[in-house]
């Protein structure tokens, strides 16, 4: 059973830069067929897709978000990261890691349980 | 365009039938997937593909597509099927994800 765990402080301060690790297990980061996702949910709002990693180093990231996003991986501690510069209030979120399955049809299969990070002085 | 379009909020009453519905360009090309979100948890994936369910998800969810448009079913309503539901697919580009706003169902 895949598992994935999200990381990272809760609280940062405006302008600086939120940094989130997820680190998976029962599964290998390197299967093929499997992208490695950032989803973030504001309090009672919608969710918002941040962007993705293949275990390659490939990367793609949400339009709006992609000149404040970077999106890592490690595949020897089998983790990966989002790194969200220049940090305000509107970055406050709870933040998701999860397994997109690209084996068929797309779907996230596999998700953490969310880490609330609150950007404030 | 990047957009899903779901309805805000659905009621059914208890034991009946309801659809939820979302409407997007991309979804003339890519299929959709919806997740449950109850209060306070995670997502979950309820249907995927043309109509496909992860193991656990009960058989009264079922999903189609038709056009730009793509529905998630729940035959036989259940008070536990309160929650939000989200549509998700790709943009137009196929490169990007893009969620729809969600719709609350409300279990009367």
Known sequence: ??????????????????????????????????????????????????????????????????????????????QFSLKLSSGTAADTAVYYC???????????????????????? | SSELTQDPAVSVALGQTVTITCQGDSLRTYHASWYQQKPGQAPVLVIYGKNSRPSGIPDRFSGSSSGNTASLTITGAQAEDEADYYCNSRDTSGNHLVFGGGTKLTVL
Do not use: M
């Open chain 1, 1 to 78: 059973q895949v598992q994935l765990q999200e990381s990272g402080p809760g609280l940062v301060k405006p302008s600086q830069t939120l940094s989130l690790t997820c680190t998976v297990s029962g599964g290998s980061i390197s299967s093929g067929g499997y992208y490695w996702n950032w989803i973030r949910q504001h309090p009672g709002k919608g969710l918002e897709w941040i962007g993705y990693i293949y275990y390659s180093g490939s990367t793609y990231y949400n339009p709006s978000l992609k000149s404040r996003v970077t999106i890592s991986v490690d595949t020897s501690k089998n």
């Open chain 1, 98 to 121: 999860a397994r997109l399955s690209r084996r068929g049809y797309d779907s996230f299969d596999y998700w953490g349980q969310g880490t609330l990070v609150t950007v404030s002085s």
